[in-house]
């Protein structure tokens, strides 16, 4: 089992930039493939990000380009760098491991607005 913990979010303008980090603690972080979801007032939870344990990344459509999901296995923390941010990016982000198992972390809060 993983416990995990998000940091990293607050209040930034339309265009600007924010890097959450995800903490993981507990068994081998390396093991696990990970990811960024995100949770908008109303709406259901949906993929930002995924990093495999080999490092391979996928991203959601609206997000190609602006955002990069990266991985430091030494200091069992993923990121998800956010660049280009627009009020839609504005959301809870939770941090998921898998490894078969699911775990989830608590969300940080990102709101994009001027």
């Known amino acids: 089992q993983v416990q995990l913990v998000e940091s990293g979010g607050g209040l930034v303008q339309p265009g600007g930039s924010l890097r959450l980090s995800c903490a993981g603690s507990g068994r081998i972080f390396s093991i696990y493939d990970m990811g960024w979801y995100r949770q908008a007032p109303g709406k259901q939870r949906e993929l930002v990000a995924v990093?495999?344990?080999?490092?391979?990344?996928n991203y959601a459509d609206s997000v190609k380009g602006r955002f990069t999901i990266s991985r430091d296995n030494a200091k069992n923390t993923v990121y998800l760098q956010m660049n280009s941010l627009k009020p839609e990016d504005t959301a809870v982000y939770y941090c998921k491991a898998s490894d078969g198992s699911y775990y989830w972390g608590q969300g940080t809060q990102v709101t994009v607005s001027s």
């Open positions: 990093i495999t344990s080999s490092g391979s990344t």
